[in-house]
């Protein structure tokens, strides 16, 4: 059993904090994805659990084992790094069995072992190559191999997928997903992509500026964010946040007009409070053109500025009270520049965020 | 004129530039060459002899003491000083280079940009200028006309160098290498031995003909530094050839061969690693 | 605790990896640096070792002052950098373009280019006192027997000639370091801006004078820096050519300053000489390395 436990860990680079003590328990067998924004400080957590960042304060438990002050090498996990960091001077099968021949394994094990991962990630063929040989795919398999070799009790991913072109992303993304199934491991998966954050995790963890703002499964996140940031980070395209005033059981949105405030938030308002309106463009759709089954909506009128044909749907982009937004069509039709169309937003899914702290209204 | 006779012009002026720039280039050099296989009679012959007519090993086996002829120059006693030497202080400069080109490549360290520009600092001051003082501390410590006191000097005289190639040679090679070593199971050093110094042998190898290089051709601080047969190098001895009147020109030129040949051909064995290091550890710096 | 040694030693490992590199330059560079700047603030002789302990303050750096030899030897040399290092460039930049053009047998050239950078300077000067030996060097003799003159010209023997002879001699050695330096940076310049330029209309040389040069301006500081480190190389040249002859029209601060220490045994005085001329040194690698710095942010984008 080896979950992953951080108690307070703080890093810092001389009088420079960039985590400032996060708590997070990993699961064994979680799939747990670290995502943010760049400069978030979620790649610094990975390689902190690694080893190859030393860490400034607090405790990082590997199962039972308090690592703080182990090398990497002794922690028992594997890392697949973002440029692959395959050795160079080695063929497949040596930058496989590198681990194993390392820590002195029998060479009958190691054989046994490169062709057990070679197998599952479809590499038989291509042992005798050497890295320069490959194409970007075969080479994230060749990473993703060298970490399963060694059946650590724990798989780093430090945006293993950001280097290959988006086809190829997805594809990959897959895979991984698949390896989680057939290899059961706790892996901790860094990406600034929230798609890949979505399909991939058990867990998402969202940080940001060396915080955690939220840790939950992929639904609880998208469907319940605890503030702005999280609302606008994860789905794409990004909730519309409109400010407003809660003025007799109405946003009042300070560029004009008014929406009622959603039923199930009335009693977390009060009059008076300046707060953050959010709608995710999938709620706010044309009459006849929306997905959800809403009980509790309200309707609006809008001006298509524009519109991109995404096949099923139509973004429409307009604005309300001044401000940018955008809206879905689903089932789409034809639409001119500068029609006006009354769109129903699902306020069931709206969410309320205070203007002053940037969080959600209604904490889970 | 047509368009592709202009061309055609503009390529024969080409070739024409290059090819006279060539022999400016090689014909000192291969004019010295051809020089030590003819014998001093040919060489001064009044009016000259353009084409040799008498080719001949004479002169090399003069200098080696071999046959009835010889030149009372103990060559063989300055190639090996300069073998011994240079060898030696070329393979204590790499060690010291690589540990320290290690560093500047690997580490985040105070003042890491002054300590780099001091090391390249001391490497400005002149040969000539460091004998002097490097002369009198040396007879002092009874060291002058030993290899040993020539082979503590060019490793000086190297060390900035080889950092600095090195430092480039390992910065090419991305961190994260040795990081998935140490996650594979490796200590630091394991990872250096097995990942990073494989990757950069051929680089090191480059530097370590450049400090070979540097100590097999140095002239102003071995010229004070060194007396006897007891650690004179080739290029010191190439000095004997001169009496105040008389200059023994076909000797001196089999003597020039005998120094060139060497770094001809390690330079040649290694010069495309010497120009990527030159450069990419200027430029990226 | 252990934290506490951890950080410690992880901040010790790269001081513990350059102590060797800069105890050795402490050893050999700055211990006889500290030790020849007190040697010039005595009238030191070898011939009598105990003038060593006699203290006269700045008097050696005075009498340089007023040292008309010195000063001839100072200015010959900054005018012997300049000229040098300048042609050294030129000509380098111009074999760099032309050998960039060329596609056949290119790397043959790029070889051959290497040839003179591994000759040692000493092996150079003799081969130019060969070649312009008047008497039976191949260039007299060539313009002799082609009947462009009937007399000897005096290459070495003729102050300005010899000058001229021990220029020339520097830059067959160097020109080669600036050329290949400059090559390579053709070669990692990326075809686009080249394209650009075209399309927005720019001719031949403004291609070259707005794009090109810019962009291998921080190899030749490279080059300029490399060749700033060694040039008092050229003393050997002078040393086996001349010998600052004749009558010293050809002396060099570093001819003078192995004159005066080791022929006339005055060592205070060369060290005089010698801090003047390594002042001088680090002020030429100082300047090339800070524009090589701001040459380099350019090449940012580049990487």
Known sequence: MAGITLDRVVKRYGKLEVVHGIDLEIGHNEFVVLVGPSGCGKSTTLRMIAGLEDISDGDIRIGERVVNDLPPRKRNVSMVFQNYALYPHMNVRDNLGFGLKIAGQPAKVIEERVAEAAGILGLSELMDRIPAELSGGQRQRVAMGRAIVRHPDAFLFDEPLSNLDAKLRVQMRTEIKKLHGKVATTVVYVTHDQVEAMTLADRIVVMKDGYIEQVGTPMEVFNHPVNTFVASFIGSPPMNLIPGRIEGGEVRFSGGGTVPVPGRLKEHVRGGQEVIFGVRPDDLSPIGHGIHEARETCEIDLTVELAELLGTETLIYTSLAGQEIQGKMFDPRDLKVGETLTFRLSLDKAHLFDAATGRSVRPR | MTRALKKRLKATALWLTTFVLMIVMCVPGLWVVLSAFRPNREILAKPPVWVPQDLTLRNFTKIFGIGEETVAIPVLSYFWNSLVIATTSTVIALIIGMAGGYAFARFRFRFKNAWFLGLMLFRTVPGIALSLPVFMLWSRLGIIDTQMGLIIVYVSLNVPFTVWLIDGFFRQIPMSLSEAAQVDGCTRWQAFWKIEFPLAKSGIAAAGVFAFLTSWNEFALASQLTRSTDSKTLPVGLMDFTSQFTIDWAGMCAMAVIIIVPALILTFLVQKHLIAGLTFGGVKG | ?303
């Not at chain 3, 350059?18 to 560079?29: D, E, N, Q, R």
């Not at chain 3, 002859?245 to 601060?253: K, N, Q, S, V, W």
């Not at chain 3, 690698?285 to 984008?301: D, H, I, P």
Request: charge should be positive.
């Open chain 3, 1 to 303: 605790m252990t934290r506490f040694f951890r950080t410690r030693q992880a901040a010790l490992t790269p001081l513990l990896l350059l102590s060797p590199a800069i105890l050795t330059m402490l050893f050999v560079v700055a211990i006889p640096l500290v030790f020849s700047f007190y040697t010039s603030l005595t009238p030191y002789r070898l011939t009598r070792p105990e003038t060593i302990e006699t203290f006269i303050g700045f008097r050696n750096y005075v009498r340089l002052w007023e040292d008309a030899a010195f000063w001839a030897a100072f200015w010959r040399t900054i005018l012997f950098l300049v000229i040098a290092l300048n042609v050294e460039f030129l000509l380098g930049l111009g074999i760099a373009l032309l050998i960039n053009k060329i596609t056949w047998g290119q790397r043959t050239l790029r070889t051959i280019m290497m040839f003179p950078m591994m000759f040692s300077p000493i092996l150079v000067g003799f081969q130019f006192k060969f070649i312009f030996n008047d008497n039976i060097g191949i260039v007299n003799n060539a313009l002799q027997s082609m009947g462009i003159i009937d007399f000897a010209i005096p290459w070495l023997v003729d102050a300005r000639l010899a000058m001229f002879s021990i220029i020339f001699a520097e830059v067959w050695m160097s020109t080669s370091v600036f050329a290949i330096l400059l090559l390579a940076g053709l070669f990692a310049m990326p075809r686009d801006p080249l394209e650009a330029a075209k399309v927005d209309g720019c001719n031949a040389w403004q291609t070259f004078r707005h794009i090109t040069l810019p962009f291998i301006m921080p190899f030749a500081f490279i080059a300029m820096t490399i060749r700033s480190l060694d040039v008092a190389r050229a003393y050997d040249i002078v040393q086996v050519m001349t010998d600052g002859g004749p009558a010293g029209r050809t002396e060099l601060l570093w001819t003078l300053i192995a004159r005066v220490g080791y022929e006339n045994a005055r060592m205070g005085q060369a060290n005089a000489m010698a801090y003047v001329s390594t002042i001088l040194s680090i002020a030429f690698t100082y300047f090339f390395f800070t524009k090589l710095v701001a040459a380099r942010r350019y090449m940012g984008g580049a990487e």
